[in-house]
């Protein structure tokens, strides 16, 4: 039965309404199951007819005779014509679909497709395909690879000119799988591999990778290049579905789901399947780390541009380097007279720069592969590998010139929860920009929260990092000490002082400030380490940071946030990195413009402002250290933040802008940083002051138990929700170092249900505004 897209209903008024009636009978039979249900069924002089006033350019005809000649017994050889007739009625739709701007679907802009379509024409080339594995008896039919590589480009032609045909063919599992086999032919690889990525995007349900036939096996088959493809197929079956923008992405939702769903998802479960393939991660890390020759000057990348008009496609720029490697080999055994090259098509003499591009979109699929697999279950033995097999040094060894070879000009920001442009199908430009931030999304996720992160220094720099714990009289870090030196980068400089670099010389309004940001910041994360904070100060990284947000104009709340978070891990327990900061914020205008910048936005600044507060607990305790007095008898920073009225305005503010329906990833830490006000005015006996000073605001502002009754909700899905995640707990107690014991009894004190208590939320509301028993769903 052909697919029932949505073009069975856009039959045109010209065709005339003899054209309807066949149109309709087939509609309506695939619609019942019975009746006429493909136009096989019509008698050829009736299509024959019809075909001349509706312009069908024969295909229902030729799709009769090709359904006649393809039954069961049938010598497959001989449809091959017919096929390639077919094909070329198609193709020039489909060329001209994606080397335009891309638009929906329609019939006017496709009519043979959607002919074809609607005469069965995708069913069929399905059955033609499986034809060898539905036949249980005799000798089985012989498609010859040419055959089967020209079916695919039909049945991928339709994909992207008709709607409704993709989805049509997701919902066959037989016959996805049945693809998956195909990739083991060479020949047929490429248009294989991208009819199953166009299928697999669009399916509802992540396919289940375990239930490929021999897939190890198939994956150890393959060469660089096809594996390299294989990760485009790859990413879409490891990577949980989007969730879009709407209420899904909060908590709340989150938690209520994992409620209903305690096994592990389809993604999570292939993650672990890849992972478990033999020799899987070790082929990835080479892939990502191999080198290429780059252009000689400046004429090659000029030349470039030429094709990027129409090469919008991953398929037509593999294929393009197919046509290459084809050339390369024939040459071998032939003249290389210079006359003979220049008399080949233009389309066979690709640019040197072209090869560049070509190894470029590979590695945006691999490292994405790659960082997937390294935010999911089997982090840790993800990560010994990845170390085992020098990763790190790999892509040290390519930073100038390959992945910072150039700045592309025209990017965009992509958040983290957003989906960047790591899609195959966008220009070269586009894929230079997402190999960057791919490259940058592998680094954070590498050395967040993990000792290997010092597999990004080389091994001068780690000497340096044991001098500054030996000069600070401070325990050097086990993780440190444990580095293996063999796994570091090579040379002088490591992947984290190159990064540093280059974001030093990034365009103030450049996307890449937000990504960079995040990665430098993940080396700091965890529990803060003196000498990590000490090597970026000396390398100017505060300096850096405070002029992006004070001198240089820069208006990205997404730059600020990540530049606010990387500040508060820096500055964090360091007396010389607030010696430093008052430095720099060397007048009262400089300062206030500081904190015009931090109360733009809490949700964006409040890891700075945790940083800020949790600092001045510890200054406040170390009154025998002369430098510490010193710093924070100067400090502009540090004397605001010592003013309780101040320490209440950034609570009451932080507890107004969220509620439990609203809590996400990203502005849950604006609880968080709550809650360490409260725990540190708690050690020193405060607690009731803070409490009370919240009613007040309460009554000031005219709406009494609101502020008090919506952080009582908070701390209770903030029980509910860390109380069973040992990792964010740890993240917790790692990063304030304040023991997780202690955020639990803090928390389940405000909770208190004594009235008398005065540490109790409960007693600063007065009964007819109480409403602390609600459950979570209905607020």
């Not at 998956?180 to 690889?189: P, Q």
């Not at 996307?511 to 090597?535: H, I, K, M, N």
């Not at 007040?696 to 701390?715: D, T, V």
Request: proline share 3%; with cysteine.
């Amino acid at each position: 039965m052909a697919t029932r897209s949505s073009g069975f209903s856009r039959t045109q008024t010209s065709r005339g309404n003899s054209c309807k009636n066949i149109f309709n009978k087939i509609r309506q039979g695939q619609i019942r199951g019975v009746g006429l249900t493909r136009g096989s069924q019509f008698p050829v002089a009736l299509l024959e007819e019809r075909d001349k006033r509706a312009q069908w350019q024969g295909i229902p005809v030729l799709l009769r005779r090709l359904h006649e000649s393809s039954h069961p017994n049938s010598d497959l050889s001989k449809i091959h014509s017919m096929v390639m007739e077919l094909s070329s009625l198609l193709s020039m739709e489909a060329m001209s679909f994606v080397t335009e701007e891309r638009k929906t679907p329609q019939e006017s802009i496709s009519p043979n497709t959607y002919t074809f379509d609607l005469f069965g024409g995708v069913d069929l080339f399905v059955e033609i395909l499986m034809r060898p594995t539905l036949t249980v008896q005799g000798d089985l039919p012989i498609l010859s690879d040419d055959l089967i590589k020209d079916c695919l480009s039909v049945l991928y032609n339709c994909c992207i000119c008709t709607e409704g045909v993709t989805k049509s063919l997701a919902a066959r599992e037989d016959f996805v799988t049945f693809l998956f086999t195909l990739m083991s032919n060479k020949k047929i690889f490429l248009q294989t591999a991208t009819l199953i990525e166009d299928i697999l995007s669009v399916r509802k349900e992540i396919i289940q990778l375990e239930e490929i036939p021999n897939l190890a096996s198939l994956v150890q088959s393959f060469n660089q290049q096809q594996l390299a493809n294989f990760c485009r197929i790859l990413s879409v079956t490891i990577s949980e579905p989007d969730v879009g923008v709407d209420d899904k992405h909060t908590l709340l939702a989150r938690s209520t789901q994992q409620k209903t769903s305690t096994c592990p998802s389809r993604a999570e479960s292939n993650q672990v399947t890849l992972v478990n393939i033999p020799g899987f991660i070790e082929r990835l890390c080479k892939l990502a780390t191999r080198k290429v020759t780059e252009a000689a000057d400046a004429s090659a990348r000029l030349e470039l541009e030429d094709w990027h008009s129409w090469l919008d496609n991953a398929l037509v720029l593999d294929a393009l380097m197919q046509l290459a490697i084809e050339e390369a080999e024939q040459s071998s055994t032939e003249s290389s007279d210079e006359s003979s090259l220049s008399s080949r098509p233009l389309r066979h003499r690709l640019p040197q720069s072209m090869k560049i591009v070509h190894e470029i979109m590979y590695k945006v699929e691999v490292l994405y592969v790659l960082c997937v697999l390294l935010m999911g279950r089997q982090r840790n033995q993800v990560h010994r590998m990845l170390a085992e097999f020098k990763l790190i040094p790999g892509l040290n060894n390519l930073f100038d010139k390959l992945i910072w070879r150039r700045q592309p000009s025209g990017h965009v920001l992509h958040r983290q929860n957003q989906n960047c442009d790591c899609s195959p199908f966008f220009s070269p430009l586009h894929q230079e920009i997402s190999f960057k931030i791919q490259f940058l999304r592998l680094l954070q996720s590498f050395s967040d929260h993990h000792e290997n992160k010092y597999l990004l220094l080389s091994g001068q720099e780690l000497n340096e990092l044991s001098d500054i714990y030996l000069n600070a009289n401070v325990f050097e870090m086990e993780a440190l000490n444990n580095t293996d030196r063999n796994l570091v980068c090579d040379g002088k400089k490591g992947l984290l002082t190159r990064l540093i670099s280059v974001m030093k010389k990034e365009p103030i309004d450049s996307s890449f400030r937000f990504w960079q940001a995040r990665a430098v910041e993940s080396f700091l994360r965890g529990t803060p380490s003196y000498a990590d904070q000490v090597f970026l100060l000396r390398r100017g990284l505060l300096e850096h940071i405070l002029y992006c947000i004070i001198d240089s104009g820069c208006k990205s709340h997404d730059v600020l946030q990540s530049y606010f978070d990387l500040l508060g891990e820096l500055m964090k327990f360091n007396i010389d990195a607030f010696k430093r900061f008052n430095k720099y914020v060397n007048t009262e205008e400089k300062f206030q413009m500081f904190l015009t910048q931090i109360n733009s936005s809490l949700v964006d600044s409040n890891m700075l402002v945790r940083c800020i507060v949790l600092s001045l607990d510890r200054f406040e305790s170390q009154t025998n250290d002369v430098k510490v007095v010193e710093v924070f008898s100067e400090c502009r920073l540090l004397s605001h933040m010592a003013q309780v009225e101040n320490r209440l305005s950034f609570l009451f503010r932080l507890t107004s802008i969220i509620n439990v329906q609203t809590l996400t990833q990203e502005n849950v830490s604006c609880l968080n940083t709550s809650l360490v006000i409260l725990m540190l005015a708690r050690r020193r006996d405060k607690l009731p002051l803070y409490l009370s000073a919240l009613r007040e605001k309460e009554y000031a502002e005219k709406y009494p138990g609101c502020l008090l009754n919506n952080f009582h909700n908070l701390l209770r899905f903030w029980q509910h929700h860390y109380l069973n995640k040992d990792k964010d707990s740890t993240c917790l107690e790692n990063s304030s170092c304040i023991p997780f014991t202690y955020w639990k009894e803090t928390v389940s004190v405000l909770l208190g249900s004594g009235r008398s208590s005065r540490c109790a939320i409960a007693s600063y509301i007065d009964e007819a505004y109480r409403d602390l028993d609600r459950d979570f769903l209905e607020l």
